[in-house]
């Protein structure tokens, strides 16, 4: 479960409802002045919106906030259309009519207003999925160059083993880090990774990279133990959480061409034993995502990489 003014697990909302002196919030997890609504009024009365993001947007940036934080979910109720606002005040008028608290409850009861928000477009069937047709096959050699302001970094695939495919990141010749992951066109966990000086963090399980399905809307959390043994002295342990958010399907352009990409926002967090911190901090990443090529553009801790050739 992940947090809103609500509990909210993927799709799930389950929110009691509030009121306030514009009128009924009916569910609203924004209930400034008693609710946020639409542009033409409404029940729930109170504030209204001109802002652009749509209802997927307004799902997520309101889970990045904290359940009592309401400047900051207020402020994700100002960024979203009036469109999105009714739209997602009617998913959770539904889940909390029908006292949903499932995504199967959701799916089968609250239907229509779900579709209104989260829309059903999936690129390529969604993670462990994909056509072949459109795949880019894992062959030694292949990889990318990204661009991160006057900087180039250079990936590139040095083994495949069936679905394990090892690779490496370098910028003028010296090799930063090399991983191993299990790949497919859609679907990429992390193994392994050895970083320049040699040290070596094991991910148990094997870490999602990449959202568990592309369906616009969809939220997923993966977890994995790390165990890290630092130049090959007493090895410590951590643990990694990644969130993630699936915005939208949308065109990408980059040095490289332009794309058909999933949008998603990914946050991160570990933690660590090691020694100096080593292998703990957070990070909230946008990435644009190609099935068969990987992260064409990339957006977050004040910079933005994206791909400049394809090999």
């Not at 949903?100 to 609250?110: I, L, M």
Request: proline share 4%; net charge negative.
């Amino acid at each position: 479960m992940v947090r809103l003014v609500c509990t909210l697990s993927l799709v799930t909302l389950a929110c009691s409802s509030s009121t306030g002196s514009g009128g009924t919030a009916g569910g609203s997890p924004f209930p400034t002045g008693g609710g946020f609504t639409n542009s033409g009024g409404g029940s729930a009365g109170g504030t209204t919106s001109g802002g652009t993001q749509n209802c997927p947007w307004l799902v997520t940036c309101a889970t990045n906030c904290s359940q009592t934080d309401q400047a900051c979910l207020n402020a994700c109720g100002a960024q979203a259309t009036s469109t999105a606002l009714a739209q997602y005040n009617a998913l959770v008028d539904c889940t909390n009519t029908n006292g949903c608290q499932t995504d199967a409850c959701v799916q089968q009861n609250c239907a229509t207003p779900l579709s209104a928000c989260v829309g059903s477009t999936m690129i390529d069937g969604g993670s462990g999925g994909g056509s072949a047709t459109t795949c880019l096959p894992n062959t030694v050699g292949r990889g990318v160059t990204a661009r991160v302001g006057t900087d180039e970094f250079i990936t590139t695939i040095t083994a495949v083993n069936a679905d394990r495919v090892t690779s490496t990141i370098s910028t003028g010749g010296t090799v930063l880090s090399t991983s191993e992951a299990i790949v497919s066109c859609s679907q990429s966990k992390l193994v392994t990774t050895t970083d320049l000086v040699g040290s070596i963090t094991t991910y148990t399980p094997p870490l999602d990279t990449l959202p568990s399905a592309f369906t616009v809307g969809h939220m997923n959390t993966a977890t994995a133990t790390t165990a890290i043994r630092l130049m090959g002295v007493t090895p410590c342990t951590g643990s990694v959480e990644k969130r993630y958010s699936v915005l939208a399907n949308e065109s990408v352009t980059v040095p490289a061409g332009t794309f058909q990409a999933v949008k998603f926002q990914v946050t991160s967090t570990a933690t660590t034993t090691c020694p100096n911190g080593y292998g703990a901090g957070n990070a909230v990443d946008t990435l644009w995502f190609v099935p068969g090529v990987g992260p064409v553009k990339t957006e977050g801790s004040g910079s933005v990489s994206e791909v400049t050739a394809i090999r």
